[in-house]
């Protein structure tokens, strides 16, 4: 019989209790036993739902992120979070988010650095190493739940991330190399499968994704060396990839002393027959055959058509499972009582995607006659969509046909462009900010809940944002504030919001993804050819421009992240998408500055998670990006300022690509990794002006005025204190008032500093 697993399942719930127990437990509403308790009746569904796997991923739920889990069970948590009382789950969170829920101002610490994994919307926790960083295994979490998984009588599979991986994922504090730390990292891997192994688990499934980028030499020695010291522990070890194809590394999976390997066969079906004809008779070949990443229904007569062969080839070496962890996709499909039944027979979440393997492995073990009937309704699924007319528009197709490099292109360079804004918006030096949002309080939530359900008429839903908008105005005014916003309270999310006014989205209700602790995102469909009926923010700026004598910022979502945080259709390539959406955002940045906005920021947050995992892909992918943002962002006068923001992104080695971007300011996220992103600077001169975050606001703790000013002045060693604006990381939205307040406070009160000694 084929066998059939899953690399991971969505941990959040159904509809999110994760995120609302740690949230209640961080807001001091309830305990740790309570969020335990959560979180084990969160498993058990979990596993109930992937009870007819031959193997269930165990170890795959996290209470916040699953590489931060790997530091602790690692004993790699920082000095600072053991540092303070507390049990260990305070530790935990100090790390996660810079305080425990037991913890005060007084003693919080700066939380550890979140950057994406890999070329997903996911954020985890980087693991920090120091020369002198040593081990320590804690393997209570895994055991804990592999007992759990076994009482409810399942075949569990232990998940773990493996040894180089880890090391590659993380960052040295002092600047030296991780690898050296692999010597003493072993015997706690051999000690953790020994653990594993006596807690009745035969397969362990390590997680090496690092396998699917270019690694140098050094590297690939290391899971040469890694894996020859884990070849003696006494349980089976499937090595997992996904996201990529192994390319050069293809040879070195082969020959890794394991006793299977795992392919993602979405991303790199290209490598399927070479892997199946070189990997040794003795290994188990694993296919990733259901996009874990997207929503769409797998098309199974054509998978079968390839899969077929390799089944009588490998017989019951082959086995099946998702691409990767469910984790980036929603739970439930059922649950979608309201979503447009024709778009809603496409798709498949996480529940669906593992029917669909059970179907595949049905009709390989019995013929597809044993499925007739779901091979038969997939069919018709799969043709309704690739026929629809509501995919395709020919006025679209027109429109991108019609694109020349002239809408890319300011009129004036950057430095013609700077006088006649410094003329027009009379800023200080350090000019302040913030990033868009504001605090989405309950009352804003309790009026678009109202307003959705239909019992808040929408004269009156206008009337309330407008209060909201007023307020938000207000408040930075008098915190002192130089640039404003608008507030975004009539914004469910940056992305959603948008695609709620464009022709080719479709929304669910509970399609919710992780993308970072309790942060979770919904991500719109995007499922045809994108147009913008009607302008889409223009009233409420205006409006809140009519409040102030203080430039104000027009706030949108560009094309390139309205892409890459949706679920993106894939019959096209994504470039036509993102051109799409490009000429879309156009017409609005046109129309607001045709309604008197001189200010007008374009948030390319996601710029960087689409890029391709290896360097030697990226320049086909930033050519259409950069090209997507400055058609967007290109089409006004010289002295309407453009600016942008990017989050929680490396983004040293593209820095050339983002200069071309040709923004008038960028804001970026420094204040995690205390301004070192800046060093990109030191060797490039970035040409436009520039806000570096100052502080984190994924942390409840409130920056001093001090601290704000040293960033800044390291800041102002790379790039000239003239093109410096001060801002926070990213945008207001999960805070409280109560922590922005005093937060802006700090950060005003340090440019009122700094332009004393300007």
């Given amino acids: 019989m084929t066998i059939t697993h899953n690399?991971?399942?969505?941990?959040?719930?159904?509809?999110?209790?994760?995120?609302?127990?740690?949230?209640?437990?961080?807001?001091?509403?309830?305990?740790?036993?309570?969020?335990?308790?959560?979180?084990?009746?969160?498993?058990?569904?979990?596993?109930?739902?992937?009870?007819?796997?031959?193997?269930?991923?165990?170890?795959?739920?996290?209470?916040?992120?699953?590489?931060l889990d790997m530091s602790a069970t690692l004993g790699n948590l920082p000095e600072r979070a053991r540092a303070n009382e507390g049990s260990s789950l305070d530790a935990y969170f100090r790390i996660a988010r810079g305080r425990a829920s037991s913890d005060t101002a007084c003693c919080s610490v700066h939380a550890g650095e979140m950057t994406k994994w890999f070329d997903t919307n996911y954020h985890y926790i980087v693991p920090e190493f120091s020369a002198g960083t040593t081990f320590s295994l804690n393997a209570d979490r895994l055991l804990e739940q592999l007992a759990e998984a076994r009482a409810q009588g399942l075949t569990a599979k232990p998940v773990i991330i493996g040894p180089v991986t880890y090391l590659w994922l993380g960052k040295a504090q002092d600047g030296s190399n991780p690898l050296d730390l692999l010597p003493d990292l072993l015997p706690i891997y051999r000690e953790l499968l020994?653990?594993?192994?006596?807690?009745?688990?035969?397969?362990?499934?390590?997680?090496?994704?690092?396998?699917?980028?270019?690694?140098?030499?050094?590297?690939?020695?290391?899971?040469?060396?890694?894996?020859?010291?884990?070849?003696?522990?006494?349980?089976?070890?499937?090595?997992?990839?996904?996201?990529?194809?192994?390319?050069?590394?293809?040879?070195?999976?082969?020959?890794?002393?394991?006793?299977?390997?795992?392919?993602?066969?979405?991303?790199?079906?290209?490598?399927?027959?070479?892997?199946?004809?070189?990997?040794?008779?003795?290994?188990v070949l694993s296919l990733g055959v259901i996009n874990g990443r997207n929503i769409w229904k797998t098309d199974l007569n054509a998978t079968l058509d390839w899969l077929e062969p390799l089944k009588e080839k490998l017989e019951e070496r082959l086995w099946l499972a998702p691409s990767c962890s469910l984790l980036?996709?929603?739970?439930?499909?059922?649950?979608?009582?309201?979503?447009?039944?024709?778009?809603?027979?496409?798709?498949?979440?996480?529940?669906?995607?593992?029917?669909?393997?059970?179907?595949?492995?049905?009709?390989l073990d019995h013929g597809r006659e044993a499925v007739s009937q779901e091979l038969k309704a997939n069919l018709g699924a799969v043709e309704s969509r690739r026929q629809s007319a509501r995919v395709h528009n020919p006025a679209v197709a027109q429109a991108l046909s019609a694109i020349t490099p002239e809408l890319g292109a300011r009129k004036s360079p950057f430095s013609a462009r700077a006088a006649l804004q410094k003329q027009r918006f009379q800023l200080p030096a350090y000019p302040t900010t913030t990033i868009g949002s504001f605090p989405q309080t309950p009352e804003i939530r309790q009026a678009r809940k109202e307003f959705r359900q239909g019992t808040l008429a929408p004269q009156d839903y206008t009337v309330r944002i407008k209060e909201e908008i007023a307020y938000c105005v207000e408040r930075q005014e008098a915190l002192g504030l130089d640039v404003l916003v608008h507030g975004e309270a009539e914004r469910n999310d940056m992305v959603e919001y948008f695609g709620e006014q464009l022709e080719g989205y479709v929304f669910s209700r509970f399609g919710w993804v992780q993308s970072y602790g309790s942060r979770c995102v919904k991500p719109p469909i995007l499922f045809g050819d994108i147009t913008r009926p009607n302008a889409m923010t223009v009233d409420w700026i205006r409006y809140a421009q009519s409040l102030t004598d203080k430039p104000l910022k027009g706030m949108l979502t560009g094309p390139v992240t309205i892409l890459n945080w949706s679920f993106v259709r894939d019959d096209q390539p994504r470039r036509d998408t993102c051109l799409q959406l490009a000429l879309a955002v156009r017409e609005e940045v046109q129309d607001l500055e045709n309604a008197g906005v001189g200010i007008i920021q374009i948030d390319e947050a996601a710029l960087r998670e689409g890029l391709p995992l290896r360097q030697s892909d990226w320049n086909g992918y930033l050519e259409w990006a950069i090209e997507a943002f400055r058609i967007s962002a290109n089409g006004v006068g010289d002295d309407t300022q453009i600016h942008t923001h990017m989050c929680y992104s490396q983004f040293n080695d593209i820095i050339g690509a983002i200069a071309r971007m040709d923004a008038d300011v960028i804001t970026i996220e420094t204040s995690r990794s205390n301004m070192e992103l800046l060093d990109a600077f030191k060797g490039f001169e970035y040409p436009n002006d520039i806000g570096p975050g100052v502080y984190d606001i994924h942390s409840p703790?409130?920056?001093?005025?001090?601290?704000?000013?040293?960033?800044?002045?390291?800041a102002a060693e790379r790039i000239p204190?003239?093109?410096?604006?001060?801002?926070?990381?990213?945008?207001?939205?999960?805070?409280?008032?109560?922590?922005v307040i005093p937060a802006l406070e700090a950060m005003v009160a340090a440019a009122k500093e700094l332009r004393a000694h300007h």
Avoid at 24 to 32: F, P, R, Y
Avoid at 721 to 739: F, M
């Fill in 194 to 283: 020994e653990k594993i192994a006596a807690a009745g688990a035969e397969w362990v499934q390590i997680d090496e994704p690092a396998l699917v980028t270019e690694l140098s030499a050094d590297w690939r020695h290391a899971f040469a060396l890694a894996y020859h010291d884990l070849k003696t522990t006494p349980v089976k070890l499937l090595l997992t990839t996904y996201f990529g194809e192994l390319r050069e590394n293809l040879q070195l999976a082969c020959e890794l002393p394991i006793a299977g390997v795992h392919l993602d066969a979405i991303s790199a079906h290209g490598e399927v027959s070479q892997l199946a004809d070189w990997l040794p008779a003795h290994k």
């Fill in 721 to 739: 204190a003239q093109r410096l604006w001060i801002n926070p990381d990213c945008g207001l939205k999960t805070r409280r008032w109560e922590e």
């Fill in 328 to 363: 980036h996709v929603p739970v439930d499909l059922e649950s979608e009582t309201t979503l447009d039944p024709e778009i809603g027979n496409w798709l498949a979440f996480a529940r669906q995607k593992l029917q669909e393997l059970g179907i595949l492995a049905k009709a």
């Fill in 7 to 67: 690399l991971g399942y969505p941990r959040i719930g159904a509809h999110r209790e994760l995120k609302f127990a740690l949230e209640a437990l961080w807001h001091g509403k309830s305990g740790e036993n309570a969020l335990r308790a959560t979180a084990a009746e969160l498993r058990e569904e979990n596993w109930r739902q992937q009870a007819d796997l031959s193997l269930a991923p165990i170890g795959d739920f996290s209470l916040y992120d699953q590489v």
């Fill in 701 to 714: 703790n409130t920056p001093k005025a001090a601290q704000v000013t040293s960033l800044m002045k390291k």
